[in-house]
């Protein structure tokens, strides 16, 4: 199983320093690499009082400028608010930029906020969602194509120019739900699955999945996104990690995330009742042996870890820089 950053970048309350924190993320990225990480993804939310940056094709676009061989990519872009064509072609000029080295994940959305700040209907979005995919596929395939759609008409189009990866660069899909997974296995090249939810829950959401997968003649691939965070000790990572995952799922219960509609008051968030077969944290054996359990409980290719949260501003940029080198020193050469 290969390893990759997300970072959410972002520095509540008011979103003040944002460049510091951009300048952070690239040598956090920088490290990851020489650490043997794969990858590193960026989030999409718009107008965040934290300031959490709106555009992540644009910060990947200064992580590749800034590595070698690091893949970068989106996890995700909200899909039903762009229009397809234009993010085609961002698209295609990042993978040339990076000499192929960008992988587009995308989602539905599920903040009305989002949706609100283009005046797009979230009614909508699984239709929006589903044309667009089918256009960026048309607009990747070399060739000239119209498409007639409830929510999009083209006539005569050749997308120019062509993405450095053949056939294209690889769509992979946000999915917490099994309708998500089967959408992601019908019209993706990949799954994603949520970080904030439990083993057993990311399994049956990866088996729907490769049913749907391989019932449509694709082989499956499926990546997992986790909360994690490797320490000297247990100790240390609760009293590092602990706030800041407690602060991010605060908010996400407050705005109605699929994973935390079971808890009915916010005094029921404690670690103590989230941690158990959900956060990956501890030293590096105890944590090397939950990656181990996800990735034979899932077969993932991938694990994505999220180590620096958007809604809480930490843990710090010299905390996350050693639990990278930590990872990339005592869990990395043992997932191979």
Same mark, same amino acid.
């Given at each position: 199983?290969?390893?990759g950053?997300?970072?959410?970048?972002?520095n509540?309350?008011r979103g003040e320093?944002?460049?510091?924190c951009?300048?952070e993320?690239?040598?956090?990225?920088q490290?990851?690499e020489?650490a043997?990480f794969d990858?590193?993804?960026?989030?999409?939310?718009?107008q965040?009082?934290?300031?959490f940056l709106p555009?992540p094709?644009i910060?990947?676009t200064a992580?590749?400028?800034?590595t070698?061989?690091?893949?970068?990519g989106?996890?995700v872009?909200?899909?039903?608010?762009?229009?397809?064509v $234009?993010?085609?072609?961002d698209?295609?000029t990042l993978d040339i930029?990076s000499?192929g $080295?960008?992988?587009l994940?995308v989602?539905?959305?599920?903040?009305?906020?989002d949706?609100?700040?283009?005046?797009?209907?979230?009614?909508?979005?699984?239709?929006l969602f589903?044309?667009?995919?089918?256009?960026m596929?048309e607009?990747?395939?070399?060739k000239e194509?119209?498409?007639?759609g409830k929510?999009h008409?083209?006539?005569?189009?050749?997308?120019m120019?062509?993405?450095?990866q053949q056939?294209?660069?690889?769509?992979w899909i946000?999915?917490?739900?099994r309708?998500?997974? $089967?959408?992601?296995?019908?019209?993706?090249d990949?799954?994603?699955?949520?970080?904030s939810?439990?083993l057993d829950?990311?399994?049956?959401?990866i088996?729907?999945?490769?049913?749907?997968?391989?019932?449509?003649?694709?082989?499956?691939?499926?990546?997992?996104?986790?909360?994690a965070w490797?320490?000297?000790s247990?100790?240390?990572?609760?009293?590092?990690y602990g706030p800041?995952?407690?602060?991010a799922?605060r908010?996400?219960?407050?705005?109605?995330?699929?994973e935390?509609q079971?808890i009915k008051d916010?005094?029921?968030?404690?670690l103590?009742r989230i941690a158990?077969?959900?956060?990956?944290?501890g030293?590096p054996?105890e944590?090397?042996?939950?990656?181990?359990?996800?990735?034979?409980?899932t077969?993932a290719?991938?694990c994505l870890?999220?180590l620096?949260?958007?809604?809480s501003?930490?843990p710090?940029?010299?905390q996350?820089m050693k639990t990278?080198d930590l990872?990339?020193?005592?869990?990395v050469p043992?997932m191979?």
């Amino acid at each position: 199983m290969k390893f990759g950053l997300y970072s959410s970048i972002a520095n509540p309350p008011r979103g003040e320093d944002l460049p510091r924190c951009v300048d952070e993320v690239i040598e956090e990225a920088q490290l990851a690499e020489q650490a043997g990480f794969d990858s590193c993804f960026f989030g999409e939310h718009h107008q965040d009082k934290d300031g959490f940056l709106p555009s992540p094709l644009i910060v990947c676009t200064a992580v590749a400028a800034s590595t070698t061989k690091l893949r970068v990519g989106t996890s995700v872009i909200l899909l039903p608010l762009h229009h397809p064509v $234009r993010l085609a072609e961002d698209v295609v000029t990042l993978d040339i930029i990076s000499k192929g $080295r960008v992988t587009l994940g995308v989602g539905l959305g599920y903040q009305q906020a989002d949706f609100d700040a283009f005046g797009v209907n979230m009614v909508d979005r699984v239709e929006l969602f589903e044309e667009k995919v089918q256009i960026m596929r048309e607009c990747w395939s070399g060739k000239e194509f119209s498409f007639d759609g409830k929510h999009h008409q083209i006539e005569n189009l050749r997308v120019m120019p062509d993405p450095i990866q053949q056939p294209h660069p690889p769509i992979w899909i946000g999915a917490s739900a099994r309708v998500s997974a $089967r959408r992601a296995a019908n019209i993706g090249d990949a799954i994603v699955t949520t970080p904030s939810t439990t083993l057993d829950n990311t399994s049956r959401l990866i088996n729907e999945y490769k049913v749907a997968a391989e019932a449509a003649g694709k082989t499956p691939t499926s990546i997992i996104m986790r909360d994690a965070w490797v320490a000297n000790s247990r100790k240390e990572a609760e009293e590092v990690y602990g706030p800041e995952v407690l602060a991010a799922y605060r908010y996400y219960w407050k705005n109605g995330l699929r994973e935390f509609q079971s808890i009915k008051d916010e005094s029921e968030l404690t670690l103590d009742r989230i941690a158990k077969d959900r956060l990956i944290m501890g030293d590096p054996e105890e944590c090397l042996d939950e990656f181990q359990r996800w990735s034979e409980g899932t077969g993932a290719e991938s694990c994505l870890l999220r180590l620096r949260h958007a809604h809480s501003g930490g843990p710090s940029h010299a905390q996350i820089m050693k639990t990278i080198d930590l990872i990339g020193d005592r869990i990395v050469p043992y997932m191979g």
